[in-house]
């Protein structure tokens, strides 16, 4: 099904990208944000920032169902 990221970067120095399971949606720069819309399939996603570091600290997982 649809879902719908309503996503905001809440630094102001750095943006971050919004990757899901290896598929950047693009860049979302600091102090911004961005709704991203994706089609996905049942089944766990990771979520994280594919710039360099990033995913050490921006990580997160979803259950789509």
Do not use: C, L, W
Not at 26 to 48: C, L, R
């Amino acid at each position: 099904g649809t879902v719908i990221f309503d996503v905001v970067n809440n630094s102001n120095r750095f943006s971050h990208t919004f990757v899901v399971d290896g598929v950047n949606y693009g860049q979302i720069n600091a102090g911004q944000g961005d709704t991203i819309v994706i089609s996905m399939t049942p089944g766990t996603y990771n979520i994280y920032s594919d710039k360099r570091n990033d995913a050490e600290f921006i990580y997160d997982q979803i259950i789509v169902k």
